[in-house]
């Protein structure tokens, strides 16, 4: 964890060397993932509910969708950027160094302008919060801090699979986006509202449906399931999987040569 920091610390001093463009790239992440809020903003201006959801509540989903997603982006953004760092024989030096792969790789990049991207979650979430309807609690304010921790975790193994595919493929497969900007994209709204069968993948296979829309329900007393406050603990363990195929992969890596 001190190693850590030091990195941390080290990529914070090299992104405040340039004040001013550190602020005004921040400001533009800020308002290029803003776009994505005035959609759903404009949407509910011509239709008042999806699926008996109002605005205020779908802002609620929104706001947890964006913090899972740009915590993982951040702390985890070397293995999305994994495919080119084995094209350049970068990963080769990581081999040899004696640290751990997953830590290296972790350290390898941090895009702390990605932050004012997070910052539409921190303007977004409080006003959910107040507008929601959600008679807060102590267990829904867990289910709330569950539902960002599991999700941050889900998605950091889909990041960690992405990497691992590379092993097998000359360049990461973008298929891969589907879980992650695509996953992102559409988790702004309840998944029941695409169906059975998209809920049900979701639920079984990538389990997004457990860090977004089940404990949604119980955050708005649609249900009174306490399992669903747990439920994104129990999805984050997709991580586990993710990292015995990552793994797999270096054991069984081949050099480029490069």
């Given at each position: 964890m ?9 990529f ?11 602020f005004?790239?921040?400001?533009a ?8 809020f005035l ?6 201006q011509r ?10 509540q ?14 993982a ?7 999305d ?6 094209g350049?024989?970068?990963?080769d ?5 004696p640290r751990?792969?997953?830590f290296q790789?972790i ?12 910052l539409q979650?921190?303007v ?10 959600v ?6 304010v867990?289910t709330l ?10 998605f950091a193994?889909?990041?960690v699979?992405g990497?691992?595919l590379?092993f ?10 589907v879980f992650?900007?695509g996953?992102?994209e559409?988790?702004?709204y309840?998944?029941?509202?695409y169906?059975?069968?998209?809920l049900?993948f979701?639920t079984?296979?990538?389990p997004?449906?457990l860090?977004?829309y ?11 399931d306490l ?5 994104p ?9 993710c990292?015995?195929?990552w ?7 081949r050099?480029?040569?490069?």
């Amino acid at each position: 964890m001190r190693l850590y920091r030091k990195y941390f610390s080290v990529f914070l001093k090299g992104a405040m060397q340039y004040k001013v463009s550190f602020f005004l790239t921040m400001l533009a992440q800020f308002f290029v993932s803003f776009e994505v809020f005035l959609g759903v903003y404009f949407m509910f201006q011509r239709f008042h509910s999806v699926e008996g959801f109002t605005y205020s509540q779908v802002l609620l989903c929104y706001s947890a969708v964006l913090f899972q997603f740009y915590l993982a982006e951040f702390f985890f953004r070397g293995f999305d950027r994994f495919a080119s760092m084995l094209g350049n024989g970068q990963f080769d030096r990581i081999l040899v160094r004696p640290r751990n792969t997953v830590f290296q790789v972790i350290t390898s990049q941090m895009d702390f302008t990605r932050m004012g991207r997070l910052l539409q979650g921190f303007v977004l979430l409080p006003y959910a919060m107040a507008t929601a309807g959600v008679e807060w609690n102590f267990l829904r304010v867990l289910t709330l801090l569950f539902m960002i921790l599991g999700g941050t975790l889900l998605f950091a193994g889909i990041f960690v699979l992405g990497a691992t595919l590379s092993f097998f493929t000359t360049a990461g497969l973008e298929v891969v986006n589907v879980f992650t900007d695509g996953v992102k994209e559409h988790g702004k709204y309840p998944l029941s509202i695409y169906g059975k069968r998209v809920l049900e993948f979701c639920t079984f296979v990538i389990p997004y449906a457990l860090v977004q829309y089940y404990p949604l329900l119980y955050l708005l007393g649609r249900s009174t399931d306490l399992l669903y406050v747990f439920l994104p603990l129990i999805a984050s363990a997709f991580l586990i999987p993710c990292w015995l195929l990552w793994r797999f992969g270096v054991r069984h890596y081949r050099s480029t040569g490069s």
